[in-house]
């Protein structure tokens, strides 16, 4: 496996036939239209545009420039790159938040996405929130009743469980999401950087309940900055650069050749 | 073979597509357990922050039409007015509310909860079906008041107050209908949340709240004082298809004793028609753009 230039086709890993494709990513292409407020104007711009206004632009931002790949069963799939390289947008566009310009997306179910940030419902307790994102994931009362007990220990939140989440810190409302969305183990997760605000002991919790998922026929997508988290759950790895898919393939190779990559810029 | 052919043959869909409509109810129906503890959760969130917490639910519409008792009782006196005034002013001011209520919180159903849209796969129609449960369930202790007021002004209770059961069960679907398709339109374009509050005011104002409809623009006979008048016969039709007078009409002509309260019986069947019309469209109107809640394009 090489690293693709630009015009070369990315050499995907052979597709196992054994398994089942969950998801397909078809010539994906994202193109995000933004009123841009124009940039901070020089001095000279200042003189010559000033009573023409600083007139709000139509700017393209072209996130994503032709991505395919299929994920398949069991696959726990790392996704890096640098800052702005497309990779939330890729994750946002396989649950369907991003609508893509060109291409086309196909999943056997609608994944759930853990994205740092915002607590489910801020005003209600951790409870309800595992009560109501359970029922809303489409649990029984029963089965969250019968999960209940295992979701909170595995937050770790015991002690918090009853308090709002809007008092919850950012690692809190992490570890409680992460809790709730890892109880579908056969489906699809995608986890997006969410896993970077927790603590150590629960980021190795949360890389074992990834690695569970695996192998139990379920499929994960973990977009992370830290090498080492993907290197221990991941089975393959996929590098984007600029809206371009770099390099897909085992976890060692891609991160090497990300590193080296990384390395070589000033 | 296309892709698109492959992925259909594996069992694949096309993200961004939405689920048929059967399936989609389906899956909604098999949510209410969500639907239902949603709204009860929220109910006691938004009391616990307030130190007199669930006394709230009777305290609120109480002070409303003490409010609204003095201002059109003592303030503003009309000569456009029913007998059992103050009855007729506690029933439209409390019925008024659940709609005004109902309508403003189903218009921000999926734009106040873009975190739980984003990130959990459920079908997103049992968030503005929520918003109504939740003031459907707020109006109940509310009736218990209006009730519970009537018999105190000397009204002793009757056989068919049990009427106002079918015309709430109608109304809360009627609210649930007008939700879903707002739901949709501010999820499009924000700006219909701003809207709303003068939408429900110019309601609150024109509905005939705090004042006879049909008195005010109805035919009168000639008295001491004024000649006959023919009255205005375009606003009495508008009236008469305008789906929350109906609901007012009915429930007062179920509750208030008297010939001035008695109703056309084709409003069951106008209100009924608007109920059902309304939520069959609303639900399907809002399924259509299903793939598009949350998303920040």
């Known amino acids: 496996m090489a690293v693709s230039t630009d015009e070369t086709q990315v050499q995907a890993p052979q597709p196992p036939t054994d398994r089942k494709p969950v998801v397909v990513v078809d010539d994906v292409h994202v193109e995000y239209k933004v009123f841009a407020t124009g940039k901070r104007p020089t001095a000279a711009d200042r003189r010559s545009n000033v009573l023409k206004g600083r007139g709000k632009q139509m700017r393209t931002v072209h996130a994503l420039k032709g991505v395919s790949f299929t994920a398949y069963e069991q696959d726990s799939i790392g996704v890096i790159g640098t800052n702005g390289s497309g990779k939330s947008t890729l994750m946002r566009a396989i649950v369907g938040l991003t609508p893509t310009s060109r291409g086309a997306i196909y999943a056997t179910s609608r994944p759930s996405l853990l994205g740092v940030g915002a607590a489910l419902m801020k005003d209600l307790s951790g409870e309800r929130n595992i009560i109501l994102g359970g029922l809303a994931m489409g649990f029984t009362r029963d089965e969250i009743a019968a999960n209940y007990d295992d979701i909170v220990k595995f937050s770790g939140l015991e002690k918090f469980i009853d308090l709002p989440m809007r008092a919850y810190s950012s690692g809190m409302t992490a570890r409680l999401k992460f809790a709730l969305a890892s109880v579908q183990t056969h489906d699809i997760l995608i986890v997006d950087e969410a896993l970077a605000v927790g603590d150590r002991r629960f980021r190795a919790r949360s890389e074992a309940r990834i690695r569970e998922i695996r192998d139990n026929a379920g499929t994960v997508f973990l977009v992370s900055h830290s090498m080492q988290s993907i290197k221990d759950t991941c089975s393959r790895v996929i590098w984007l650069d600029q809206g371009t898919l770099v390099m897909d393939g085992e976890p060692d190779e891609v991160i090497n050749a990300y590193d080296t990559a990384q390395d070589q810029q000033p | ?297």
């Open chain 2, 1 to 297: 073979m296309t892709i698109a052919e492959d992925a259909a043959r594996l069992g694949l869909h096309k993200v961004g597509g939405r689920p048929p409509l059967r399936d989609y109810v389906a899956d909604v129906w098999k949510r209410r357990a969500f639907i239902y503890s949603m709204s009860r959760f929220k109910i006691e969130s938004e009391n616990q922050q307030n130190s007199l917490g669930m006394f709230w639910v009777i305290l609120k519409p109480l002070l409303n039409a003490l409010v609204y008792g003095m201002i059109f009782g003592f303030l503003l006196p009309s000569d456009t007015r029913p007998p059992h005034f103050v009855e007729f002013l506690i029933i439209g001011v409390f019925i008024f509310e659940f709609f005004s209520q109902s309508w403003t919180a189903g218009g921000k159903a999926i734009t106040n909860n873009a975190a739980l849209v984003q990130s959990l796969a459920f079908p997103r129609m049992v968030l503005p079906l929520a918003a109504v449960t939740q003031r459907f369930l707020q109006f109940l202790p509310t009736v218990g008041i209006m009730l519970a007021f009537l018999m105190i002004a000397g009204n002793a209770p009757q056989l068919h107050w049990i009427l106002i059961i079918p015309i709430f069960a109608l109304y809360y679907v009627f609210n649930c209908g007008l939700a879903l398709v707002t739901a949709r339109l501010a999820a499009h374009w924000r700006d219909v949340n701003n809207f709303l509050p003068f939408l429900t005011r110019f309601f609150f104002y024109t509905t005939g709240i705090f004042f006879s409809v049909e008195e005010r623009f109805g035919p009168h006979k000639a008295t001491a004082s004024k000649e006959a008048t023919e009255g205005h016969p375009t606003i009495i039709t508008i009236s008469h298809f305008q789906p929350v007078h109906e609901f007012l009409s009915l429930a007062r002509s179920a509750l208030l004793p008297g010939n001035s309260y008695t109703i056309d019986e084709r409003y069951w069947l106008y209100a009924s028609v608007w109920s059902i019309g309304l939520f069959v469209f609303g639900v399907w109107f809002f399924w259509r753009a299903e793939e598009r809640y949350g998303r920040v394009d």
